[in-house]
């Protein structure tokens, strides 16, 4: 056997290897969608065979009975409570135990209460619920802009965990991981992880775009930028296409979901639904800056991560893989103790702004 056919027939043995480990991983036929002009390559790609089997995790549980508003307020009959003061009775306790099934089904309502004194908050999870509350009613008071009115309630996020499946910790920093071999420092990426979907890309944009407010637009204006000006590197770009990739996978979604691929920066081409995302970052921020790293303090050592920080919120802490978390059931609209007031301060840039060029107001259309 000749040398070149051996190498013709090792290329093509290894290039069938790889077919069939790319087929294996997303065996078609799969549903595409046009989703913008033809010829632009916008089509929203589907696999119907995942969406059978992860449909029951998409599924919103029944909302309890309803019961009477009529009566004595919950703040008027039990001790040390601070939120949901003026439920009537009936529905403050139809709310509690609605938290124990969406947070803690197994435990019970001693997973945030001594059994003894249930006005206690000795328990670091008393606190903590309390502080949920208080977040889910901020967020529907609030980030209308990213979720309409559909909302969030506890089980949005937990679907029956203590801690959210879909939830992150801040990983060593880049200097203290090293190849095999003293080649070299991987500056957090080249390790596939699910917070990157897989790929080799940085996997410090949760750090970076979803508790930092680092600048995620990195798009030149020009076909050849001056570099003098120009100050976004390629690590720079590979991280925000890091998170665009975490992104599209925690919400099911392509590229071609947000973005007119073929002219990425531009807003007046851009679906709807790249300025919703652009919210929801900026959602995200507020909840792991205001709400999620104000709790770590109290956390016992158990519950946090590697680094010692507290479990965060991305994307998918909420959508597990749709667009539209619980397929838009508004469960919120069934609890209203967790729909609190707006804020008259709250200013959604002053989570970072990353360009507005070309952003619409929905609420005005």
């Not at 087929?23 to 632009?40: I, L, N, S």
């Not at 003894?116 to 606190?127: E, G, H, K, R």
């Not at 667009?323 to 301060?345: A, N, R, S």
Request: charged share 25%.
């Amino acid at each position: 056997m000749s040398k070149m056919y051996l190498n013709r027939s090792l290329a093509v043995g290894a290039l069938s290897a790889g077919l069939a480990f790319v087929v294996g991983c997303e065996r078609p036929p799969v549903d595409t969608e046009q989703k913008g002009y033809r010829g632009t390559g916008m089509e929203e790609v589907t696999n119907p065979r995942i969406k059978e089997a992860e449909a029951d995790l998409h599924i919103a549980p029944d909302p309890a009975d309803p019961v009477s508003d009529e009566g004595p307020r919950a703040g008027e009959v039990y001790q040390n409570v601070e939120v949901l003061t003026d439920l009537s009775v009936p529905e403050f306790l139809r709310l509690m135990q609605s938290m124990t099934d969406w947070v803690a089904p197994d435990v019970g309502c001693t997973y945030c209460h001594d059994g003894n004194d249930f006005a206690s908050d000795d328990l670091y999870t008393y606190d903590v619920s309390r502080q949920m509350i208080e977040m889910n009613q901020y967020v529907n008071a609030n980030w209308e802009t990213h979720m309409d009115d559909t909302g969030v309630t506890c089980y949005t996020c937990h679907r029956g965990e203590n801690l959210p499946e879909e939830s992150w910790f801040a990983e060593a920093e880049a200097g203290e991981e090293v190849l095999a071999m003293g080649l070299g420092n991987r500056m957090m990426q080249n390790k596939p992880t699910d917070k990157v979907s897989w790929s080799s890309l940085p996997r410090n944009g949760f750090d970076r775009f979803l508790l930092g407010h680092d600048d995620l637009r990195v798009e030149g204006d020009t076909i050849l930028p001056n570099l003098d000006e120009w100050d976004v590197s390629i690590q720079d770009t590979e991280a925000s296409y890091g998170l665009m990739m975490h992104m599209s996978d925690a919400t099911g979604s392509n590229c071609t979901t947000c973005h007119n691929t073929g002219r990425l920066g531009q807003w007046d081409e851009s679906p709807e639904e790249r300025e919703i995302s652009w919210h929801g970052i900026r959602m995200t921020r507020d909840l792991n800056v205001n709400w999620i790293e104000p709790l770590e303090a109290d956390h016992p050592e158990a519950r946090l991560g590697p680094t010692g920080d507290i479990a965060k919120v991305n994307c998918a802490t909420c959508h597990y893989g749709e667009q539209l978390p619980l397929e838009g059931t508004k469960m919120v609209q069934d609890y209203p103790g967790l729909i609190g007031e707006p804020d008259e301060d709250f200013d959604f840039l002053q989570f970072g702004d990353l360009g507005t060029d070309g952003l619409r107001d929905r609420n005005s259309e």
